[in-house]
């Protein structure tokens, strides 16, 4: 996931969209917990350069003051970050190297010698490899692509035609 404002806010609406859907009429709020984990890469905003960043709700003026802080959580998993890791033998972060790896291959040298990461990766490979699989894949690239094509000739649109307006507005400035 690359991460930027805008997926950062996408991320954070989200959760609360999730929240209140869980909400049902006489429900204890006790009961209500979200936590959400988005994994990071490419990552362009100030989420802290640790591998597990939390954030919760706090006060603005007084960051000590938490609610619902463990009700509401959202997490950011910075794979960027798992990748420079070396060997580490702490379970979590092999999970995460191995979630973070690029290839069958690296996955395999991961999961060496563990009988669970190895079907896991060869279960990932069967399934990324599947052609029903790829082709969603291949759609959804070409939508991402297109769709970032269609945000890059807006802006240039705009950019265009606040050019041509100031271009008017300096002529007619001139012949008065």
Do not use: C
């Amino acid at each position: 996931m690359k991460v930027d404002k805008e997926s950062v806010d996408k991320s954070t609406f989200y959760v609360m969209k999730l929240s209140a859907a869980r909400l049902a009429r006489g429900m204890k709020y006790e009961d209500l917990k979200v936590v959400q984990y988005n994994f990071a890469d490419n990552v362009n905003v100030n989420i802290e350069p640790d591998i597990i960043n939390q954030f919760n709700l706090v006060h603005s003026k007084y960051p000590e003051i938490r609610i619902s802080e463990s009700k509401l959580n959202i997490n950011y998993i910075r794979i960027d970050k798992v990748r420079e890791l070396g060997y580490n033998e702490n379970e979590l972060m092999k999970w995460l190297r191995f979630i973070a790896a690029r290839s069958y291959e690296e996955r395999v040298a991961i999961a060496e010698g563990d009988e669970m990461f190895m079907e896991f990766n060869e279960w990932i490979d069967k399934y990324v490899n599947d052609d029903v699989t790829k082709e969603a894949l291949d759609k959804w690239n070409k939508e991402i692509e297109e769709n970032k094509n269609v945000k890059i000739a807006r802006e240039q649109g705009i950019e265009q035609n606040k050019k041509e307006i100031a271009k008017k507005y300096a002529f007619r400035r001139i012949r008065y």
